[in-house]
């Protein structure tokens, strides 16, 4: 497995590194602060050429024809996006270090609900611009339930509980969201590519 997650490394670390060093730059010189929106776009795109990449050269079927599991297939994939946003968000806060703890733990799992939201988009949409599209859209959908749902009556059940939890044991709980929001991603995921021809 390790062995995949090292090729994604690969293929994508120019962008990577090209986004960090953007980052490093806006922190080292007077320049305007790089919106928030910004880092979700970078999201989207990295997901996006991911999958463009393994389509456009027809990866996956040389892949599942060496001795792997779909399963161990499709959770390099889930290892390695995994691993680079939270490398990447631990680098803009070592850039910049004024989220408290609290709030470095809400992104952690921010940034957990999103890969499991997108991956299996990917793995069902043939298009992966068409799949960019809908990432797009529920995340943002996503978040503006998140921000704005308290507003509405029908959604007040549903923040009491989860944020009582949070007052009871935030740590936990955020933790635990993280995780099993990402299990249960990775056995649709998994579920998908078993049932998918691969062309």
């Not at 809908?134 to 995340?139: A, C, E, K, T």
Request: with cysteine.
């Amino acid at each position: 497995m390790w062995q995949m997650v090292k090729r994604d490394w690969m293929l994508n670390h120019q962008l990577i590194v090209v986004v960090s060093l953007l980052l490093l730059i806006v922190h080292i010189f007077p320049l305007p602060n790089i919106p928030l929106i910004t880092y979700f776009n970078f999201f989207i795109i990295l997901c996006a050429y991911v999958f463009y990449f393994d389509r456009k050269n027809k990866v996956n079927r040389t892949i599942i024809s060496l001795p792997l599991s779909k399963n161990i297939i499709v959770l390099a994939r889930y290892v390695f996006l995994f691993l680079v946003f939270t490398l990447f968000f631990l680098y803009v806060w070592l850039l910049n270090q004024q989220l408290p703890g609290s709030i470095v733990l809400i992104i952690f799992t921010a940034i957990c609900l999103a890969i499991a939201i997108s991956l299996p988009i990917y793995y069902l949409v043939n298009s992966f611009l068409l799949a960019a599209i809908i990432q797009f859209l529920l995340l943002s959908a996503s978040s503006l339930v998140f921000l704005f749902g308290a507003t509405y009556e029908l959604f007040d059940p549903i923040y009491l509980f989860f944020f009582g939890l949070i007052d009871i044991q935030p740590v936990a709980t955020l933790l635990l969201l993280s995780f099993i929001s990402l299990c249960i991603s990775y056995v649709i995921s998994c579920f998908i590519f078993a049932k998918k021809d691969i062309v």
